[in-house]
Each structure stands twice: as structure tokens, then as C-alpha cells.
């Protein structure tokens, strides 16, 4: 046999544990029951996973704008939402003022579950203030 042939022989089932190996690490899907935190715009976001690991509810206590400016009271309204087997999660937060009870921004959170991490975009849109509407890329880590 030839020094060639037996490199060969050798690498080969290297070449297919290697990825088999980095497929098993990388887990898709979230920690069932488990709460992630990340931060957009300097603001906590909150991503809370049911016990059943297939539905989680997002949450982030202001509507991040993408401007200069400010707001009043504002009230979040959001509900749980399913993540699919892939890990995708997908989420919509409506931001309702008080004063008014009537809705001035909407917050659409989407990304993946990967085990103990989520990566995903915060897109804000407002309805009266269109300047302010952006989008940003963050991460979140599995707590507790």
C-alpha cells in the first residue's frame, strides 16, 4: 500500500465525524422553560420559552426607535407565539399609549433558538413617526 493510499484511508472517517460531530453541538431549538436575556438599544429584551420548549414570549419594555426623541407611558401587549422545530421563533409586540389606549408602535422580534443562545432582529415600526423606524440584530443567552 502506498503511503498516499493509507493517508487516505485514514482521513477519510475523519473527514465524515468531524461534521457529524459538529452538527450534534450545535443544538437547535430552545431550553424548554428556560427565560433568555439580551439587550437592544441599551434595553433588556426578554424571551421566555414555555415548559413544552414549542411556544416563547418576547418581551422589551420600550419600542426601540431609531431616532431622537422620546415618548410617554406606553403599555406593551404581546402574546406567545410557536417556535418551529427548526428553532425559527417569530413575535409581535404591540406598543398601545395610555393616555390614548391606541397603538403608535409595532415590534416584530424573529430569529433562532440554538440551544442556550437565540440571535435574531428587533424591527421597530411606528405609525405616526416613520423616521423612527429601523432595525438592529442582537443576541440572547439562556438564564438560569
Known amino acids: 500500500m502506498t503511503k498516499q493510499l493509507r493517508r487516505a ?34 434595553e433588556a429584551i426578554y424571551l421566555k420559552v414555555a415548559r413544552s420548549g414549542k411556544s416563547a414570549k418576547a418581551s422589551l419594555p420600550v419600542a426601540p426607535g431609531f ?27 404591540s406598543y398601545v399609549a395610555r393616555s390614548t389606549n391606541r397603538r403608535f408602535a409595532t415590534v416584530i422580534v424573529s430569529g433562532y433558538f440554538y440551544g442556550s443562545v437565540f440571535q435574531g432582529t428587533v424591527k421597530s415600526s411606528f405609525t405616526a413617526a416613520k423616521s423612527c423606524d429601523g432595525q438592529a440584530s442582537f443576541g440572547a443567552k439562556a438564564r438560569g
Open 9 to 42: 484511508l485514514v482521513l477519510a472517517p475523519i473527514a465524515l465525524i468531524v461534521p457529524a460531530a459538529a452538527a450534534l453541538a450545535l443544538k437547535v431549538g430552545p431550553i424548554k422553560g428556560a427565560v433568555y436575556v439580551g439587550a437592544v438599544h441599551s
Open 67 to 93: 431616532c431622537q426623541g422620546g415618548s410617554g407611558p406606553e403599555e406593551q401587549r404581546s402574546t406567545a407565539a410557536a417556535i418551529a422545530s427548526s428553532g425559527r421563533f417569530t413575535s409581535t409586540i
